[in-house]
DNA sequence: GTAAGCACTTACCTTTTGTTAACTACTAAC
DNA sequence: GTTAGTAGTTAACAAAAGGTAAGTGCTTAC
């Protein structure tokens, strides 16, 4: 006989592995910067003081180290354009693209959470 | 004449828009322990030291510093059963389940990074 | 030739986060 | 009375994350 599950608590296991997969997540994701880049990128591919213009606040030293995280993790793809001048293009790659749900529902949560906040006062 | 928009960039204000909301999210939620305190507590009300036991690497300082804060943003209901002997109960709140969506796409995409490191050696 | 933009790097400093160990105060078991 | 468990707090410290400011070497505009 099964036992119907509903609003029904997960298990020790499934807590367990839930912990390890947001863990595993959040060590690759995590911080104040890598969604931010990630999300500035999908609107296009973007250069380094375009990017540095677009994220309110972030410094030239953390974006590159976040940048070369990124790219480390296969999220971003850095191209150098001979020059002169040399430019520099960062774009998103189709692995940054597995995140649109993180990022769809993180964003979803935080825009009714804003709105929850401002009725509040 | 409406624009079709098919696996379009997003624009300049939906991205600004974008990082305004994950930034409020990321404001409440971030950090090392805060979603992993909620998703234990998801597996069931919990004592403090039951917290401490299932969640690995976690000092009582952090717990009971994470705790607070999730109580004071509405994510955890502290309770008091007075003794003999006190027993202190931390159970989520109806706000927490609505970061049902996060956590579910932060477990899938988790455990498909998790697969993909391993599978890469 | 001076200023400004590009794409960063470097050094120094502060803040945040986290660790360790000790301690409080109470109860129950041995 | 000693040990262990409950639910934490406190102090001292270390590590990680992040900020600030200046500098590098290049090119282009005025």
Redesign the interface.
Same mark, same amino acid.
């Given at each position: 006989m099964e036992t119907e599950i509903l609003n029904e608590? $997960?298990?020790?296991q499934?807590?367990t592995?839930?912990?390890?997969?947001?863990?595993?997540?959040?060590y690759?994701i995590?911080g104040?910067w890598k969604?931010?880049i990630i $999300?500035?990128l999908?609107?296009?591919t973007k250069r380094f003081n375009e990017l540095q213009r677009? $994220?309110?606040g972030i410094s030239a030293k953390m974006l590159s180290n976040e940048l070369k995280d990124l790219e480390i993790n296969g999220f971003v793809r850095r191209t150098v354009h001979e020059g002169p001048p040399v430019v520099v293009e960062y774009e998103p790659t189709s692995y940054s693209d597995?995140?649109h749900?993180?990022?769809?529902?993180?964003?979803?949560?935080?825009?009714?959470?804003?709105e929850k906040?401002r009725k509040e006062g």
């Amino acid at each position: 006989m099964e036992t119907e599950i509903l609003n029904e608590k $997960i298990s020790p296991q499934e807590c367990t592995a839930r912990l390890n997969a947001v863990g595993d997540a959040l060590y690759v994701i995590g911080g104040k910067w890598k969604l931010r880049i990630i $999300i500035t990128l999908s609107s296009g591919t973007k250069r380094f003081n375009e990017l540095q213009r677009a $994220i309110d606040g972030i410094s030239a030293k953390m974006l590159s180290n976040e940048l070369k995280d990124l790219e480390i993790n296969g999220f971003v793809r850095r191209t150098v354009h001979e020059g002169p001048p040399v430019v520099v293009e960062y774009e998103p790659t189709s692995y940054s693209d597995t995140l649109h749900d993180v990022l769809e529902s993180l964003n979803k949560w935080g825009t009714m959470h804003r709105e929850k906040l401002r009725k509040e006062g």
